[in-house]
């Protein structure tokens, strides 16, 4: 099995999950994996194997005189390619003001894994998102030749993607978690290159998301796993909350992720009165996450679409939620109609609409037998789509392939 760079913005990263699971089961079929984070995440919850990952990962800030040592043996190793990729890289981005000052410090970065990923033998850099990613295995590509590849997720094809036809037409590959992406990427890249775009679905592993009896509960008991941004619309969930208290049906419901917006909603909702029903619990591991979804009984994703274009792609929340049979209420956007199909493995619902929300969550308040039915139903559908080490069994058998 090849030597695999995994290349991502951040890690460890709580809501990236699927990065460090697919980095273990890459391991466990016999690949030797490498990280090759942009930016050390701090001050989050991190989960035992994720920790080990990072303890041998290359932080470019914890190598600062190495990445800038990197950058002067290039220009004596390699002058010409070094500063031709490094003009690709400032035309490819000189459209948005933001991605071309992030590309002046990952093309740096990116020379100094090029170098480490040629020390240690990498064969193939497969790197997550489309943007800051994806250029360092772009960068990487061109210094070394190394082969690699790329997933693209949500907003990385949704807002912004600059050099997107230049990533894709370079990459072995390109690996999409949705078919609703991979009809984007038709529309946005040539033939050539839409014709080696793969859907390879984020996975859950099977034996550790299992279905368990649920004790029963005072009121509807309901889960909510998201970061706390714009986009997974936590006010459109309160306010549907709000409907649910003015109609007397007793709740309770557990908000876990962090993010900027937690004061503002904390004060929605104190101003809709329901704060002493919903618990503002952070960002917690994936064993504390599949506990809490196992116990609920109902998960809710009330993902928006932003006014820039910001949306979900295929959330793993909804996979993990369904993989222990618990019911999920969520919005019809993106991939998510994949997964969530209504009245079959959940119930969908528009999006920024909370009187639909709040019919939604009665009515499988009141219908414990479609709750059990519609979780069952959702365990199959992701056995069948997103068991996980099948998914990134395809994924290894296209990096393994010539």
């Known amino acids: 099995m ?33 990280l090759y984070p942009l930016v050390e995440e701090h001050g989050a919850s991190v989960q035992p194997e994720a920790a080990a990952l990072a303890a041998s990962a290359h932080f470019p800030r914890r190598a600062v005189l190495a990445v800038a040592a990197a ?28 991605f071309l000052l992030r590309a002046l410090a990952v ?40 082969p690699y590849s790329f997933t693209a997720h949500a907003h990385d094809l949704y807002v912004e993607r600059p050099m997107l036809a230049e990533k894709a037409r370079d990459a072995a590959f390109v690996v999409t978690i949705s078919d609703f ?36 509960h005072a009121g509807l008991r309901l889960a909510c796993v998201a970061s706390l941004e714009p986009y997974k619309g936590h006010q459109y969930l309160l306010r549907a909350l709000a409907r649910l208290e003015r109609d ?13 917006l937690l004061e503002e909603l904390e004060r929605l909702a104190a101003d809709l009165a329901i704060a002493e029903r919903v618990a503002f619990l952070g960002p917690r ?6 506990e809490l979804v196992g116990a609920a009984d109902v998960l809710v994703l009330p993902s928006v679409i932003t006014a820039e274009g910001k949306m979900e792609g295929l959330p793993v929340a ?3 939620a369904l993989a222990v049979e618990t019911p999920v209420v969520a919005t019809s956007i993106s991939g998510v109609p994949e997964l969530v199909e209504d009245g079959v493995t959940g119930l969908l619902v528009p999006p920024e609409d909370p009187a639909a929300l709040a019919a939604a969550l009665a009515r499988l308040a009141a219908d414990p037998v479609l709750r059990g039915r519609l979780g069952r139903a959702g365990r199959e559908r992701v056995a069948e789509r997103h068991e996980l080490h099948a998914n990134v069994a395809a994924l290894s058998a296209l990096i393994e392939a010539p």
């Open 107 to 146: 093309v740096p970065s990116a020379a100094w894994f090029a170098r480490e990923q040629r020390r240690n033998g990498v064969r193939h850099v497969h790197a997550h998102y489309a943007t800051h990613p994806a250029l360092a295995a772009w960068v990487c590509h061109r210094l070394i030749g190394v």
């Open 181 to 216: 992406n991979r009809r984007l990427l038709g529309e946005l890249l040539p033939a050539r290159d839409a014709a080696r775009v793969h859907v390879v679905r984020c996975g859950v592993d099977l034996a550790r998301f299992t279905p368990r009896p649920r004790a029963p």
């Open 248 to 260: 007397g049906l007793p709740f309770h419901c557990d908000l876990v992720g962090g993010g900027d």
């Open 285 to 290: 591991s994936s064993a504390f996450v599949a």
């Open 318 to 320: 909804l996979m993990e």
């Open 2 to 34: 090849a030597a695999v760079a995994l290349l991502m913005s951040r890690f460890p990263k709580p809501s990236e999950t699927f990065i460090l699971n697919e980095a273990l089961e890459l391991q466990r079929l016999g690949h030797t994996v490498q």
């Open 71 to 98: 950058q002067l043996r290039w220009l004596l190793e390699r002058p010409g390619r070094y500063l031709s990729t490094w003009a690709g890289a400032l035309r490819g981005n000189r459209g948005s003001p933001k």
